[in-house]
């Protein structure tokens, strides 16, 4: 669930890995570095397989495709941590800079979990390991909460409604003007795409909300996007040190942002807007 600390899938990985992901690296340097998992052996049924994603989803995140762990940075309708995310949608979308649309999300975690499903043999084992990256056969050994997690899983499995996971309209991975993103890391707004930072003011926190302006591509191949923050900075960030959002509430009044500029920040001012546009 996107409120509790999530145990990462390959608990050896130093933290340091996920936060140089959520840095925008690109994840050709790392798939040495994070196990992208087996090939299945063995495959279930499509339908059997979408009964276990629907319940795992509702534990998860009670099937919110943009919840978020503050503590862990899992994102999405399956939690899936930062550091695994680039290494899976290499795998299984062929693209290791693929946003986490929702499309996405369930192409990876349909492509994942059957494989996993393939390797370990039965999903009470797939869910521990989406828990807690162990391949451990005796239920006897697993905490108290693992099996309480699993358990609650499986119990859900057996109440998935037909037709459980539907495919949710394609996006593109590219942000574009009017989409809504959210900010993975505490950043600094940039005068231009891979510019300098504001001088002062700049500050967008982990977790606040951006509407996109408009994109561009520059370097190798870094996605940056032109934002507008509630309070009306406009400014440059990074897509990589981003995530998709849901419109916030209120979200429609953001078209009449006044500039909030002052005389001490005058240098600053031309990056300011009066409404999105």
Do not use: C
């Not at 299945?40 to 049924?45: C, R």
């Not at 993975?184 to 891979?194: E, I, K």
């Amino acid at each position: 669930m996107p409120d509790r600390a999530r145990v990462p899938g390959r608990r050896s990985l130093p933290a340091i890995v996920a936060w140089a992901l959520l840095m925008g690296l690109s994840s050709a340097g790392l798939l040495s570095i994070v196990d992208a998992g087996p090939a299945a052996a063995g495959a279930p049924s499509r339908r059997e397989q979408v009964r276990f994603m629907w319940a795992m989803a509702g534990q998860e995140s009670g099937w919110d495709y943009y919840a978020r762990n503050a503590s862990s940075g899992a994102f999405g309708k399956y939690q899936i941590m930062p550091f695994n995310w680039p290494v899976w949608a290499a795998q299984y979308l062929a693209d290791g800079r693929a946003d986490q649309t929702p499309w996405n999300q369930e192409k990876v975690a349909y492509g994942k979990l059957r494989d996993l499903y393939g390797w370990l043999g039965s999903w009470k084992r797939v869910a521990y390991w989406w828990l807690t990256g162990s391949t451990d056969r005796s239920e006897k050994r697993w905490s108290g909460y693992a099996r309480g997690y699993v358990r609650n899983i499986m119990q859900l499995r057996r109440q998935a409604p037909p037709g459980a996971v539907r495919m949710p309209v394609r996006t593109s991975s590219r942000s574009e003007r009017g989409d809504w993103r959210r900010s993975a890391v505490d950043q600094r707004l940039r005068l231009d795409p891979g510019g300098k930072p504001w001088r002062r003011g700049g500050l967008v926190r982990d977790g606040q909300v951006v509407w996109v302006h408009r994109a561009a591509t520059k370097g190798d191949r870094v996605r940056w996007i032109a934002v507008t923050t509630q309070d009306g900075r406009f400014g440059w960030l990074p897509q990589a040190r981003s995530l998709p959002a849901e419109r916030p509430p209120g979200g429609r009044a953001w078209r009449d942002i006044r500039d909030r500029g002052g005389a001490s920040e005058a240098s600053d001012r031309r990056l300011v807007r009066p409404r999105p546009r």
